[in-house]
């Protein structure tokens, strides 16, 4: 499956509300002050030792012309919209294009991740992209195998159920990669790799029922991470495929319950919105529980 089957990135999130709500807090401000420039009520013109340019780029963070602007008179709607506008520039830019969080929702990240973790996605190691579209301006680097991402569903089917939904997942093949997996053996261009057994998993909250699974280290390209595989049988298997241009193969750490791009596909470079870099927070919201111990980095 590639670019062209996925469903369009765009879908409404966090970052399109932000959007629409500054949207409409600069169309406020201005039929606000059209109105009042023709009534007379106030003068909306910058100062004469500031630049138009200058004046111009204010308002755009500001949604005023000078900090001296007197706006108290105006309706509550426009104080509202002149206070509120460069809070809301701010999250979104901070949101947009450095650092966003993300809750992971189930256990197919298990052991690196449980349901309930909070975690910090890196939007800016890979390039600058623009928020909403996810259009890339400046690339600084590429993914790498054994990297954990989060990325827009593909949703090559067209499922409704899966329309702009955010997964999270790592990287195990790179553009170019000839991959396959056969009995929880994970085999990259003719390599296996490296897998060391470390003993039962012993799971808390939502992963209890993953008690007693076989923990394993698997290496990949000398960077290792915990995986988690079923005592009973192995997970679902791939024959030998090669990974097409644009395009990442990705799988969960719980092979065994993981729906991932052996089930429907490839990841598009395009649709990667960062690399998950730490966990801020964990609340287990099946038990109500919180685990500090939980909080920051990972493999």
């Given at each position: 499956?590639?670019?062209?089957?996925?469903?369009?990135?765009?879908?409404?999130?966090?970052?399109?509300?932000?959007?629409?709500?500054?949207?409409?807090?600069?169309?406020?401000?201005?039929?606000?002050?059209?109105?009042?420039?023709?009534?007379?009520?106030?003068?909306?013109?910058?100062?004469?030792?500031?630049?138009?340019?200058?004046?111009?780029?204010?308002?755009?963070?500001?949604?005023?012309?000078s900090k001296n602007e007197k706006y108290r008179h105006r309706?509550?709607?426009?104080?509202?919209?002149?206070?509120?506008?460069?809070?809301?520039?701010?999250?979104?830019?901070?949101?947009?294009?450095?650092?966003?969080?993300?809750?992971?929702?189930?256990?197919?990240?298990?052991?690196?991740?449980?349901?309930?973790?909070?975690?910090?996605?890196?939007?800016?190691?890979?390039?600058?992209?623009?928020?909403?579209?996810?259009?890339?301006?400046?690339?600084?680097?590429?993914?790498?195998?054994?990297?954990?991402?989060?990325?827009?569903?593909?949703?090559?089917?067209?499922?409704?159920?899966?329309?702009?939904?955010?997964?999270?997942?790592?990287?195990?093949?790179?553009?170019?990669?000839?991959?396959?997996?056969?009995?929880?053996?994970?085999?990259?261009?003719?390599?296996s790799a490296d897998v060391k057994k470390i003993g039962p998993?012993?799971?808390?909250?939502?992963?209890?029922?993953?008690?007693?699974?076989?923990?394993?280290?698997?290496?990949?390209?000398?960077?290792?991470?915990?995986?988690?595989?079923?005592?009973?049988?192995?997970?679902?298997?791939?024959?030998?495929?090669?990974?097409?241009?644009?395009?990442?193969?990705?799988?969960?750490?719980n092979r065994s319950h993981s729906s991932d791009s052996r089930?429907?596909?490839?990841?598009?470079?395009?649709?990667?919105?960062?690399?998950?870099?730490?966990?801020?927070?964990?609340?287990?919201?099946?038990?109500?529980?919180?685990?500090?111990?939980?909080?920051?980095?990972?493999?």
């Amino acid at each position: 499956m590639t670019i062209k089957n996925a469903e369009a990135f765009f879908a409404w999130d966090v970052l399109s509300w932000l959007f629409v709500a500054m949207a409409l807090a600069v169309v406020i401000v201005l039929i606000d002050l059209l109105v009042s420039k023709k009534n007379n009520q106030i003068n909306a013109t910058a100062p004469e030792k500031k630049s138009r340019i200058g004046s111009f780029f204010y308002f755009l963070v500001f949604l005023k012309f000078s900090k001296n602007e007197k706006y108290r008179h105006r309706p509550k709607v426009v104080q509202w919209s002149i206070e509120m506008f460069p809070v809301l520039l701010l999250v979104l830019v901070f949101r947009g294009f450095i650092f966003e969080p993300f809750r992971v929702p189930s256990n197919s990240m298990m052991p690196t991740l449980l349901t309930g973790d909070f975690i910090v996605v890196n939007k800016f190691d890979y390039g600058l992209r623009l928020p909403i579209t996810n259009t890339r301006l400046v690339k600084f680097s590429s993914p790498e195998r054994g990297d954990v991402i989060v990325f827009r569903y593909p949703n090559y089917e067209k499922n409704p159920g899966y329309s702009g939904v955010d997964f999270i997942k790592r990287i195990v093949a790179l553009p170019g990669d000839v991959i396959s997996y056969q009995k929880d053996q994970l085999i990259i261009n003719g390599k296996s790799a490296d897998v060391k057994k470390i003993g039962p998993y012993v799971g808390i909250d939502s992963g209890k029922p993953m008690d007693n699974y076989r923990l394993v280290r698997e290496v990949i390209d000398s960077s290792g991470h915990d995986l988690l595989l079923n005592p009973k049988g192995h997970s679902k298997d791939l024959i030998e495929i090669t990974i097409p241009e644009g395009h990442y193969f990705v799988m969960g750490d719980n092979r065994s319950h993981s729906s991932d791009s052996r089930f429907w596909g490839f990841v598009p470079e395009d649709y990667i919105i960062g690399r998950a870099i730490g966990i801020w927070l964990h609340w287990d919201w099946n038990y109500n529980t919180m685990q500090f111990s939980r909080i920051g980095g990972f493999d």
